[in-house]
């Protein structure tokens, strides 16, 4: 089987972060079918190991990894199950993608990749090829796995997103979790649902840095300004679906004696803040329709310090790389909002390539989350990873892509985070280089992989296997 069937099976396992055990035992099936060595782990990570060609066996050892979880988003009106269905795959010229969801190209095409190259008589050193759970909810399938058993040198990380990049170093991140605890008051008045969807989204760490617009900030700036001229209550919101993706919808439901003159007045401010939005997001869209009366809703002291925490959280850049031009230093994303019986949680995902800064934005978090009555928590930490200066499989890869495609590849360091730091820190020695096809729009229901930019990009893996030593 090639790459291709490779993927179009795994995106018929549903797969997103939290709910990988099928696709972990995919793999495994895979191992024992093609009589190749292999440890699952009870986290669900998964290395196959296969020995090196004929005339190869002293040559270094070659990783090759990827994540097998997705962050599963979907269109508001897309009515897939992500636990239980799969995505619906379709081609338009040449872009592959998923119909009303993400795709999950991010990282899937990984695991085909490395499943079609283990599946091939492609000569290669001995390989460790090592697919990890749960990368887009803070790395937790790396960060739990025993690398104890591999010893490669070098590690080929296909978790990057634009052909002819080659990455060599990433910021670290975290996420922290902001729960305001509630309680509910009896609902007086008519109910309204307030739907703010049609953004862009993406991914916060590559595309942080085109301000995009944050679907639940943008929705709680719209609830504010409200709040100023009419009384209302919040008894539900919703919106988001992961910390590292940046939110395209929300939605909520209040309730207020003045629905009339509410819903005109929503739309007055949705047209004036939507204004300069929809110049780069033309499909931003408030809509404001009758729903049933809540049986409760949140006490005014409660909404009041949410919306007040949400006008000051920092989110988006916060400060750019003092050295390397049109390169974040900082950012944070909240990614998520979501209310249950007892509390709202919002979930946000600061990154920086200074453990300092990251360091000091957390603590801005955690006094902010103080001063508006919130319980603050950190959790999913992750190290960034450094420049190795000297390293022997940039140069060798650089030299490849330029004989095979006559340019050279860029070579840079990146804001989101990659798994390559957890790796680089437990194994020193090893010389990483991260790299993929183009894929657009990831984390978010636009995500499209170029077919053609996927077929380089195994070609390319193809001679780096067989030109690695």
Not at 199 to 212: A, C, D, F, M, Q
Not at 259 to 278: M, Q, S, T, Y
């Amino acid at each position: 089987m090639n790459y291709l069937d490779y993927f179009k099976e795994l995106c018929a396992i549903p797969h997103g972060s939290g709910n990988t055990r099928a696709i972990s035992d995919y793999v495994a099936a895979f191992a024992r079918t093609h009589a190749l060595r292999y440890i699952q782990d009870e986290a669900g990570n998964v290395i196959i190991f296969k020995e090196a060609s004929a005339g190869r066996e002293q040559d270094p050892g070659v990783m090759i990894q990827g994540h097998l979880d997705m962050v599963t988003v979907k269109d508001p009106d897309c009515d897939i199950d992500f636990l239980r269905d799969p995505l619906t795959l379709e081609t338009d010229g040449d872009f592959l993608y998923a119909k009303g969801t993400s795709l999950g190209g991010d990282d899937g095409i990984a695991v085909a990749m490395a499943l079609a190259i283990l599946d091939s008589e492609i000569s290669h050193p001995r390989l460790e090829c090592v697919f990890t759970v749960d990368e887009e909810v803070g790395m937790l399938g790396a960060a739990a796995l025993n690398m104890s058993p591999l010893s490669s040198r070098y590690l080929l990380n296909m978790d990057s997103e634009d052909e002819g990049v080659l990455t060599v170093s990433c910021a670290g991140g975290a996420r922290v979790s902001f729960d305001f605890p509630i309680t509910r008051e009896k609902t007086v008045g008519e109910g309204l649902k307030v739907t703010l969807s049609g953004l862009t989204g993406g991914h916060s760490g590559v595309e942080i840095h085109k301000n995009r617009t944050n679907a639940i900030l943008m929705l709680l700036d719209i609830l504010r300004e409200l709040s100023l001229q009419v009384s209302f209550r919040i008894s539900d919101i919703h919106g988001g679906s992961a910390d590292n993706a940046i939110p395209s919808s929300c939605q909520a439901v209040i309730v207020t004696e003045e629905a009339e003159h509410a819903v005109h007045l929503l739309n007055d401010i949705a047209l004036r803040l939507l204004a300069p939005v929809r110049e780069k997001e033309p499909g931003a869209a408030l809509l404001c329709e009758a729903s049933a009366l809540p049986e409760a809703m949140i006490t005014s002291g409660v909404q009041n310090a949410l919306l007040g925490f949400a006008a000051e959280l920092p989110n988006g850049v916060i400060a750019m790389n003092k050295e390397m031009e049109d390169m974040v230093e900082t950012s944070s994303n909240l990614g998520t909002i979501q209310m249950d019986s007892d509390k709202i949680r919002l979930v946000c995902a600061p990154r920086s390539a200074s453990d300092t800064e990251k360091d000091d934005l957390i603590r801005t978090f955690m006094s902010l989350a103080q001063t508006h009555g919130a319980i603050a928590s950190v959790s999913g930490e992750y190290p960034g990873w450094p420049l190795r200066k000297e390293s022997r499989l940039v140069p060798l890869m650089s030299e490849i892509y330029e004989k095979m495609y006559g340019k050279k590849p860029e070579v840079v360091a990146i804001h989101a985070g990659l798994e390559c730091g957890i790796f680089s820190q437990h194994m020193p020695d090893l010389d990483i280089v991260s790299y993929g096809p183009d894929l657009f729009d990831i984390h978010s229901p636009k995500e499209r992989l170029s077919l053609s930019s996927a077929e380089r990009t195994w070609k390319y893996t193809e001679e780096i296997l067989k030109q690695i030593h």
